[in-house]
């Protein structure tokens, strides 16, 4: 029976979960320690708790002998998360966690402008994928109107950004709409494997 009744939808993300093996476990700790600026509120015998906002814990790494890792030729095919993206305020923003991160050996493997967000992956130590973006567009209404139109049907992915030449940019002052419009350039339907800084999660 059809119902009109609004469905509960949470306020707000609370916090995510990664399991890993031991041998992979303080890795992982680090790596995210330094990729979210966050700082370990808790650990025991199987478990890291790092927070990075006012929430008590943002995410939680999990260490087991029984957790296998999926083997490096599957993971583009695994039926599993495929990444989680995570939202700054300004393009000063991502160009300064760009440089931090480099700063402590974590570079992104694919720098693009989808056209309603400029971002940066990194793979993890685990080959877990994690996006780093700013909204090119002020509404959601705006970015929505732009993934409707004719240019994104023909390019969905979106184009490459050389990272140095940007980052020149970026600290030149150069207005930040500029920056965020998305040149057309024409069909693409693949993502990062032809990105001249892809690299494979094992190699990352």
Do not use: C
């Amino acid at each position: 029976m059809a119902t009109t009744e609004k469905l509960v939808s949470p306020s707000s993300i609370g916090h995510f979960g990664i399991r890993t093996t031991p041998e992979k476990f303080e890795a992982m700790v680090k790596w995210h320690l330094d990729f979210f600026g966050g700082r370990e509120v808790l650990r025991n015998a199987k478990a890291s708790f790092i927070q990075w906002d006012e929430e008590h814990h943002r995410m939680v790494i999990v260490q087991d002998d029984s957790h296998e890792q999926i083997p490096a030729d599957k993971r583009p095919t695994a039926a599993t998360v495929y990444h989680i993206a995570f939202t700054l305020n300004s393009l000063k923003d991502l160009a300064t966690s760009y440089e931090q991160k480099k700063a402590r050996g974590i570079l992104p493997h694919w720098p693009v402008n989808h056209g309603m967000s400029t971002s940066m992956y990194y793979f993890d130590p685990d080959g877990n994928e994690f996006e780093m973006q700013v909204n090119n567009f002020d509404t959601a209404d705006e970015a929505l109107e732009f993934m409707k139109t004719p240019e994104y049907a023909t390019n969905p992915i979106g184009v490459d950004i050389d990272i140095e030449e940007w980052l020149a940019r970026v600290k030149s002052g150069e207005d930040e709409k500029t920056l965020k419009k998305r040149p057309v350039i024409g069909q693409r339907l693949s993502r990062y494997e032809n990105s001249i800084y892809w690299k494979k999660p094992e190699e990352a």
